[in-house]
């Protein structure tokens, strides 16, 4: 089996290089810049290959599947998926982007008849909550709302700020009635009862909006994270001013000059929690904790098993989510993955 990893200069890209070779892994690294990508190829002793996304169709002939780490992916998805597509060659990308979420969904068709399987989404977004999701679908079928949340320890890598500040603008995402709406940022608030206990947590746009949706058909979908109530407030006032050329330009120079990612210590010494709940017209509910390693740790891992799962065949060729590709205990396998037990409750309870 041959597979490659692109972007493997970046951060994330580095981790799952280095986290593939210690596990036995040959894969070729892959990128736009020879100059980036040959150091860290020599290091780990491994072919590496340089090339722009116009012309990954030909570098990807002889690939099985590739991980594609080189974001922004609202830019390089869609031309890494249509090279797959000709190539015949397996996709897995570490996305969390809504949108893109919903474009590759909308190659599922293409994919089949290519006989090749498209999973973004294949790390911390959204693995571990994708995975949630469906665990919590299978308790309490019929739901008919389901919410989501997580903590995320030990600061941000270049790319996933680089992300942050292109959707600075762009307001929250909800699914409502099947379809995807654009709501305030911390549009609603509860309390996620997480192993470590409850905090107060408020809605974001994430990518179980989209992923989750696939993965157990639930209508409402809700996501969450640690936002203080104001930052709402704050984004309806200066949320069009976030989307401006200035302004992004001011945010993607503070990330480069300032953003390097959480070292080893500092991935050792944090972890990521989840937490969610699903409930159904009777007022029944389901809920569902769980804590893992590092994001960053946990991406390096969970991509690394997909590309090998992908290789190994047996998922059916289209456009996938990692539960609806390998099951919903897909996140039980994740080194350093903790689940509950899941607590069920009726109306009134």
């Not at 994001?295 to 539960?323: F, I, Q, W």
Request: with cysteine.
């Amino acid at each position: 089996m041959t597979w490659m990893l692109y972007g493997a200069n970046g951060y994330t890209g580095q981790l799952i290089a280095e986290l593939a070779v210690a596990r036995g892994e040959r894969p070729i690294l892959a990128g736009r810049s020879v100059e980036k990508i040959a150091p860290l190829a020599t290091r780990l002793g491994l072919e590496h290959r340089s090339f722009g996304l116009d012309g990954a169709a030909e570098a990807l002939a002889d690939v099985d599947v590739v991980a594609h780490c080189a974001g922004p992916f609202s830019a390089t998805s869609a031309p890494m998926v249509s090279a797959c597509l000709a190539s015949r060659t397996h996709y897995v990308d570490i996305t969390g982007e809504i949108d893109v979420f919903e474009a590759v969904a909308k190659q599922d068709e293409a994919a089949k008849a290519a006989g090749v399987v498209l999973l973004p989404g294949a790390g911390f977004d959204v693995v571990p909550t994708d995975c949630l999701a469906a665990l919590l679908a299978a308790q309490l079928p019929g739901a008919t709302h389901l919410d989501l949340a997580f903590i995320a320890g030990g600061g941000l890598s270049p790319g996933t700020a680089r992300t942050s500040v292109e959707g600075t603008g762009g307001g929250g995402r909800a699914r409502v009635d099947g379809e995807l709406r654009t709501v305030p940022i911390s549009h609603r608030r509860r309390v996620a009862g997480f192993r470590s206990g409850p905090r107060d947590v408020g809605s974001i746009p994430w990518g179980d909006v989209s992923t989750a949706y696939r993965s157990t058909g639930i209508p409402n979908i809700t996501t969450f994270t640690l936002v203080p109530g104001f930052l709402g407030r704050l984004h309806s006032v200066f949320g069009p001013l976030l989307k401006t050329p200035a302004v992004q330009q001011v945010g993607r120079f503070v990330v480069d000059k300032f953003i390097t990612g959480p070292d080893e210590d500092k991935r050792r010494s944090s972890h990521s929690e989840f937490f969610g709940e699903v409930a159904d017209a009777e007022g029944n509910r389901v809920s569902l904790a769980m804590t893992g390693p590092n994001g960053y740790s946990l991406t390096a891992d969970s991509t690394l098993r997909a590309v090998l799962k992908l290789a190994d065949g047996g998922v059916p060729a289209g456009s996938h989510t990692p539960s609806s590709a390998f099951g919903a205990d897909f996140v039980r396998e994740l080194d350093g993955v903790v689940l509950g037990e899941p607590k069920k409750s009726a109306r009134g309870e």
